[in-house]
């Protein structure tokens, strides 16, 4: 199937609330990948239309990603967990206040919400991983990151973007920010993502979060890129080597272009 071209944070903003009608449509540039050959794998033409929520295209058929994320991963990944929070929040916000809200209000309104936290998981878990999905793209990775806003705030605030020289003892000698962003989702403490984002002091921040969480619970944050760390993302491909994992994603497949397509318009860099 053909690649089709990243989307940005604000045209993705747009379809990850989406409702019964973005069904008929190509939600925002995405072509439509049908999955025929796994009927099991839910895609929008199967989601019925009484869904208030849906599973998104993928940006890429699913063997697109391979050797580095194999199509069995992700029909996994997305077949399985990704469509199962889908389906999972349709039912748990049938009837409520929040079967009409956009993902974004819903996570925002149910975060440390106790009663609510079966919602604010299944809610935040779709948001993430269409995020998760579109950080990624094919024959990506060092060559995806072109002059512009993002490597000037890189240049400015990490030095520079990327150097893997290490010391005799195995440790970075003069890390830029690939290197940390590495160390961040590396000596995150079991599941949960690791986020590349834009503060609101304008200024680049590695983070991660646990679980469903994501930057939208913190006013003023922008997300820009995400990296997967559950076990589920890389399990069938690396069994528990997670450093392998990162290291084909940030080496060949992670979407700096989707990165820089997320920061705001108005930014001066």
Known sequence: MKTT?????????????????????????????VFAADAAIPTLTSVTPAATFTLPALPYAQ???????SANTISFHYGKHHAGYVTNLNNLVKGTKYA??????????????FLLSSIYNNAAQTWNHTFYWNSLKPNSGDKSLVPGKLSALINAQFGHFSDATKDDKGAWTNPGLKQKLFDAAKGHFGSGWAWLVLNKQNQLEIMTTKNADSPLTKAGYVPLLVIDVWEHAYYLDYQNGRVGYLNAVLDNIINWQFAEDNLPATLKV
């Open 100 to 113: 009409k809200g956009t993902l974004e209000k819903i996570i925002k309104l149910t975060y440390n919400q």
């Open 63 to 69: 063997d697109a990603l391979t050797p580095y994320i």
């Open 5 to 33: 071209q990243s989307i940005s944070r604000r045209k993705f903003l747009m379809f990850s609330g989406a409702a019964t009608a973005l069904i008929a449509t190509d939600l925002i540039g995405l072509g439509r990948q």
